[in-house]
């Protein structure tokens, strides 16, 4: 469907001389008058965002290409100040996906990106694809989960061995150590905070505290670290953990735009913010 949207487009916008439409890696550009505008907001990724999350979309516009643009809906239903356990992931997964869909459809996007990792890390791989097969069945365009991605990321990295850390609730965080193993891959380190946290809690973490447990829950044996949750500001701890570690380091935000921009066949030259994952391919 998204492709030929942009063809429909394409070719309505051929009888106007004064507009270049781009190949995915060329940006247009718009002549005004004696001026070369240069068309800044050509390729627009949806999102599913929690309604708590504030860490997701500025993660991702830092990771964001010049060109691509980003359109979010939110979905709440849930208690911010309550612990988020599995059951709640589960719940929150399956409530007002059409809606969340139509809306990003109505946008004129060309990929839907779902960014809650814990939200399909709960029921594991099957249901993550499940899930991600039923955004497309229902949208038409492809889709993307953060659970997903991070798989997608690890495998892309050749990594077999990696440490885990999140701000999950314990049950949560053997859960996605779970996913993870049943796609191949070996956590021979999992780490957590003492204390349960509520989504707003999550949310308050600082980079300082990503860059301390990501120290913490390294080991020897670990090829990359993985710090999962969208909504966990880990993203600019990535450049010192690396640095530090001596290994690339891999956020569930990070993964999201990788995967995205992959998927668009959008060039990732000059994001540096994502670390390795991103730096590898220039």
């Not at 814990?118 to 949208?139: N, V």
């Not at 990696?162 to 993870?180: C, G, H, N, R």
């Amino acid at each position: 469907m998204a492709m030929h949207r942009r063809a429909i487009v394409q070719s309505c916008l051929s009888d106007f001389p004064w507009y270049s439409f781009p190949s995915c890696n060329m940006q247009a550009s718009f002549k005004l008058g004696d001026f070369t505008l240069v068309d800044t907001r050509r390729r627009r990724i949806g999102m599913i965002v929690p309604a708590s999350n504030t860490h997701a979309e500025p993660d991702c516009l830092l990771l964001a290409p010049p060109g691509v643009t980003i359109h979010t809906t939110r979905s709440g239903g849930y208690d911010v100040a309550v612990i988020p356990d599995s059951d709640e992931m589960r719940r929150f997964a399956r409530q007002a996906l059409d809606q969340h869909l139509q809306l990003l459809v109505d946008g004129r996007v060309e990929l839907i990106v779902y960014a809650c990792t814990s939200a399909t890390l709960a029921d594991g791989p099957e249901f993550d694809q499940a899930f991600c097969d039923e955004i497309t069945s229902k949208s038409g365009l492809p889709a993307v989960t953060a659970a997903g991605a991070l798989i997608e990321a690890i495998r892309d990295l050749g990594a077999k061995r990696v440490a885990f850390t999140s701000p999950y609730v314990p049950q949560l965080a053997a859960e996605a150590v779970d996913f993870i193993e049943q796609c191949g891959i070996d956590v021979v380190n999992q780490l957590g905070y003492d204390k349960a946290l509520s989504s707003l809690e999550q949310n308050a973490l600082t980079p300082l505290d990503a860059y301390q447990m990501g120290l913490k829950a390294d080991h020897q044996q670990a090829e990359l670290l993985v710090i999962s949750c969208t909504d966990y500001r880990a993203l600019e701890a990535v450049p010192a953990l690396e640095q530090a570690l001596g290994k690339p380091v891999i956020t569930s935000n990070s993964a999201l735009m990788y995967a995205s921009l992959k998927r668009l066949e959008i060039d990732m030259i000059g994001v540096g913010a994502g670390g390795y994952l991103f730096t590898r391919r220039n």
